[in-house]
């Protein structure tokens, strides 16, 4: 099966996906052409959006003509991020708390005049998540253990805000496992430690992240190494994969940036390679490794092949190797989150990349 049969199945499938955003809150982007410090500057375009890493996969898939349910929690301006999702067709399913959803803003700084080597400078000014209500943690499971036997897929994404059950994402795979559906996971530190326990299906993490989860005495060397194009660091990392994904249900894939992608399985390692963006074609890599879930989820949810019987559609679904799929999941990941990098707006896919991927089957 291709990338093209997944997409199209996963498109007719009657379950959503499930993501889940911990961290929800509002992306405002500016984009300047020339950007000074300590003087006036006017950008010549603004875009505000709901956002949090659940929400951006959510909005990829939504692109993608794949049905989602975003779980999140409110606050006391979730009317506007609701008017906001709702605008763009995003399913939000939303646990009351009072305080305030955060904003976080991206200042885009378009060099002029364009050339090859030309990029966008990108500043991130984050703001901290307001610490949700005291039962916010069991109302949030709760709506969690309805919402997740409808659905095909869980997708839990990036950290949680301040109030939340120290083991809520460990309890909210346990849940999905319980209830025989997979869960893609992207996130770290110690709701990644405490997860594993629960055995997800699929891992994926960004090498700052893993080396700071995993081998925390190496993060200073392991960054400037990769910086600096050396591989030195890269048996430990595949070492440590290695370790982590044998005799586990768990697969591992771990991203560089524009490198290539790592991936483990069952105690196997490898790499798969990518197209190298210029500078010039990067707008804004905000929201890429959303993009990037969204693609890997399109593929990871397909269980059924739509318009067979279901001998056939088993037996065309186990052809495809576990290696296999996870090779066509990072393609496609790969794929949209190039896509994004490519847009000025956070979780957003180029209409030319959408339209080639619909036609392409």
């Not at 196997?268 to 074609?281: D, E, G, M, Y």
């Not at 990067?282 to 279901?310: C, Y």
Request: proline share 3%; net charge negative.
């Amino acid at each position: 099966m291709t990338v093209s049969d997944y997409l199209e199945i996963s498109r007719k499938s009657t379950k959503p996906i499930l993501t889940v955003c911990l961290s929800p809150g509002f992306q405002q982007t500016y984009l300047f052409k020339g950007f000074h410090m300590g003087v006036v500057n006017r950008a010549f375009q603004s875009h505000l959006d709901a956002a949090g890493k659940g929400a951006n996969v959510s909005r990829c898939l939504k692109q993608l003509s794949v049905n989602s349910i975003c779980l999140s929690q409110g606050g006391s301006n979730a009317s506007r991020y609701q008017e906001l999702a709702s605008k763009e067709g995003l399913t939000l399913d939303l646990v009351s708390s009072t305080g305030p959803l955060r904003t976080c803003t991206t200042v885009l700084n378009i060099k002029e005049p364009e050339t090859d080597d030309s990029g966008v400078v990108v500043s991130e000014l984050i703001e901290e998540a307001f610490a949700v209500d005291g039962d916010v943690s069991s109302q949030l499971l709760s709506r969690f253990s309805m919402l997740v036997k409808e659905c095909s897929l869980v997708c839990i994404s990036g950290s949680k805000a301040s109030g939340y059950e120290d083991d809520i994402i460990a309890s909210l795979v346990r849940i999905a496992t319980e209830n025989a559906v997979e869960v893609i996971l992207d996130v770290r530190g110690s709701d990644l430690i405490l997860a594993l326990k629960e055995q997800p299906s699929l891992v994926k993490i960004n090498l700052d992240e893993f080396v700071s989860t995993f081998l925390p005495q190496h993060a200073k060397l392991f960054s400037e190494l990769e910086a600096h194009g050396s591989h030195q660091h890269l048996a430990d990392i595949n070492e440590m994969l290695k370790e982590l994904s044998q005799d586990s249900p768990c697969n591992f894939v771990l991203t560089r940036g524009a490198l290539p992608v790592l991936v483990a399985s069952d105690g196997v390692c490898w790499q798969i390679s990518q197209p190298r963006l210029s500078n010039k074609a990067i707008k804004n890599p905000i929201g890429s490794g959303d993009a990037f879930l969204a693609g890997m989820a399109v593929i990871w949810s397909v269980h059924d092949a739509v318009g067979l019987t279901a001998q056939q559609s088993s037996n065309k679904i186990n052809q495809e190797s576990p290696a296999q799929r996870i090779i066509l999941a990072v393609e496609l990941g790969i794929a949209c989150g190039q896509s994004n990098a490519k847009t000025y707006r956070p979780a957003h896919l180029e209409a030319d990349f959408l339209s080639k991927l619909s036609s392409a089957h």
